[in-house]
């Protein structure tokens, strides 16, 4: 399939090397969290992309339940000493 | 630096169209190391209190409470970037529409060498041969989507601004998470149990 020996030729220009696709391709594999369940074989590029999203839009709603509750969090309690410590200490 | 690994294999016809791509040289797990280390989620975290607390200085945690909180986390997430990323710029520009906070950023805001339209680029017509097949163009603008400030990215672009987003996002909700773990613990006096957010997977180091 990858016979598109021209296009790797005319990388200089504006053609994107498959290499470095595949290699994008890997490196945001890596990242996601399946990556160890999945076999040594690389996905298929589809694949990739779509676990990518799917993991974006949970991570996504993860933020907005972690706000929601941040607010809830900061809007009961004032900002007393403890907190002030609690966050002093989680920065240091 | 090692520029040998990734990098496009044509650096004579350097300015405007190779040198587009400018792949970061390293290992590829360069975008979660460096969103990994415990001084990024330091320097985070205390943007993340900073925006909160001016943020709430404003106005009271009313209904609108969680989506400020939200955009809070996110400028700060894009401040930690430093504005080396489209997102980043995109998440600040956005919100703010001005330069000046870039600037506040301590003026370490490294712009790319093109400008933001990319059009001329758009490799979605023109994909290698990994990339080809509709269902593959189509996750392309599903990501598109999803990454803030990427819709005319290139490919290989795009798929170089999803790793540090995704890296980025797994920060930040780390942080959180944390901040907001702190948080509860204290306000109650008995440690309140883990909430239900604990189900999303963690990510493998």
Not at chain 2, 34 to 63: D, N, P
Not at chain 2, 91 to 101: D, N
Request: glycine share 4%; net charge positive; aromatic share 2%.
């Amino acid at each position: 399939m990858s016979s598109r020996r021209t296009r790797s030729r005319q990388s200089s220009s504006s053609r994107i090397s498959e290499e470095q696709i595949n290699d994008l391709v890997s490196k945001l594999e890596a990242l996601l969290p399946e990556a160890s369940i999945r076999s040594n074989s690389s996905a298929s590029a589809a694949r990739v992309l779509q676990d990518t999203c799917n993991y974006i839009r949970s991570l996504h709603r993860e933020v907005d339940d972690l706000s929601e509750r941040l607010s809830e969090l900061l809007a009961t309690t004032d900002t007393t000493s403890a907190q002030a410590a609690i966050i002093r200490s989680l920065l240091m | 630096m090692i520029s040998s690994s990734s990098s496009s294999s044509a650096p004579s016809s350097s300015s405007a169209s190779a040198s587009r791509i400018k792949l970061r040289p390293g290992p590829p797990t360069q975008a979660r190391n460096k969103w990994r280390t415990g001084a990024q989620e330091r320097i985070y975290g205390r943007r993340l209190v900073e925006a909160l607390r001016s943020s709430r200085a404003g106005r009271s945690a009313a209904a609108g409470g969680a989506r400020a909180v939200k955009e809070a986390a996110d400028s700060a997430l894009a401040l930690t970037a430093r504005g080396q990323s489209r997102w980043s710029r995109a998440i600040l520009f956005g919100r703010f529409r001005r330069r000046k906070l870039l600037l506040k950023a301590g003026g370490k805001v490294r712009r790319r060498r093109r400008a933001r339209p990319a059009g001329k680029f758009a490799a979605l017509p023109h994909p290698p041969a990994a990339l080809k097949g509709k269902k593959v163009r189509d996750r392309l603008r599903v990501l598109a989507r999803l990454v803030p400030g990427c819709r005319k990215l290139s490919a290989p672009s795009l798929l170089e601004e999803a790793a540090d987003y995704l890296a980025a996002l797994e920060m930040q909700v780390k942080a959180m998470r944390t901040l907001a773990d702190a948080l509860s613990a204290a306000a109650l006096s008995p440690p309140s149990p883990p909430p239900p957010a604990a189900a999303a997977p963690e990510p493998e180091n």
